[in-house]
């Protein structure tokens, strides 16, 4: 049975950035699931927009090459993002606690977690920033 789950990234100061709903085909998933649902619709969704509504702005930002390749240039037409790649940067930003998960308000602890959409069920994005100098 397909599950609906809401998804919301707030910033550090607790303010809501954006919100949207994911499709799952299960009720229960682990937050590896999650993720790469979330990376691969962020992607896929810019990528047939071709930057019509401006810059990327998923989860985790292209490196070098591919931000420049992808940036903005009059004329030029962009470049797809690999989400695979955004996948595994992800992942990298989830386990190095740069990006953190809080499903119904509390911190998922590894990605091979499971857990069980319900209706009220509600996934938060929280992305910290690195301090310079601390």
Known sequence: MAATLTVRDETPAGGVSDAWSLEFLSETITVRDLIRERVYQEVQDYNVKQQAVG??????????IERALNGPRAGAKA???????????????????????????????????????????????????LLVGG
């Open 79 to 129: 470049r797809p993002i690999d989400w695979k790649k955004q996948f595994d940067k992800a992942v990298e930003a989830f386990e190095t606690n740069r990006v953190l998960v809080l499903i119904d308000d509390r911190q998922a602890e590894s990605l091979d977690q499971s857990f069980t959409i319900a209706p009220t069920t509600a996934v938060t994005f929280l992305r910290l920033t």
């Open 55 to 64: 810059p990327y702005r998923g989860l985790v930002q292209p490196e070098g």
